[in-house]
């Protein structure tokens, strides 16, 4: 079995689209893992979401999904992510309202758990530092976690008892998982924030056991011009062109 890991697609319709017929491309699939953040920020929430229907999937909620759906306030957003989360707000019929509303904050599949942020904190934190990892693996008691929300693809390991590493994945390598207790980020589909720009995803291959990252070109030009057309905010269309 081959699961395509995505997160904070961010209604990024062309990203998506891309990293699909990317990860088709390199042999296909059999169903899609999503680590939150389908929509906000982006021009396609309706067609990013029904895209994901499409395919066999497993999911879990992000915090602009809930903003999206009135369950979490947007107070701690910056303006730009609170514009689009109101504007993504008034996009959604009640069946995409009702398909978010639907997905766990976290999700067990064998030995993976998948959470958006972290499995301590699986809506708001973000796992970027040594001390957030070491206080995470105390939380989750499979062998793995795949988590997103930082748009940062990495791979991060317990040293000892107290001190974790993080390892920028090496793409298109074939990482074998072992027995190996680790956290995995497959980075950012719509809008990364490691400085590609290219949508960032990963495969998990259970024959191998393995994990592998991946980077796709899409058409940043197209999505931006929706965006201005949607009147959604600048900030968010220039930061696609540098990945940040």
Known sequence: ?????????????EAFQSVIADAE??????????????????PDPVAVIELLRGYAHKAVVGNHDLAAIGKLSTEAFNPHATQAAQWTADQLAE?????????????RIDEFLLVHGSPRDPVWEYVVSTSAAVANFAHFDTQRCLLGHSHIPFICRPKGD?????????????????????????????????????????????????VTHHRAEYDIPATQDKMREHKLPEFLIDRLTYGR
């Open 1 to 13: 079995m081959k699961a395509l890991i995505v997160s904070d697609v961010h209604s990024n319709l």
């Open 25 to 42: 491309r390199r042999g296909g699939f059999d169903e899609i893992w999503s680590l939150g953040d389908l929509v906000g920020y982006g």
């Open 95 to 107: 069946e995409q309202q009702t398909f978010l509303l639907k997905q766990p904050m976290k999700l």
């Open 162 to 210: 107290s001190s974790a590493e993080f390892h920028a994945p090496t793409l298109d390598e074939q990482l074998i998982l072992h027995e190996d207790k680790m956290i995995v980020n497959p980075g950012g589909v719509g809008q990364p924030r490691d400085g590609d720009a290219r949508a960032s995803y990963a495969v998990y291959d259970s024959d191998q056991d393995s």
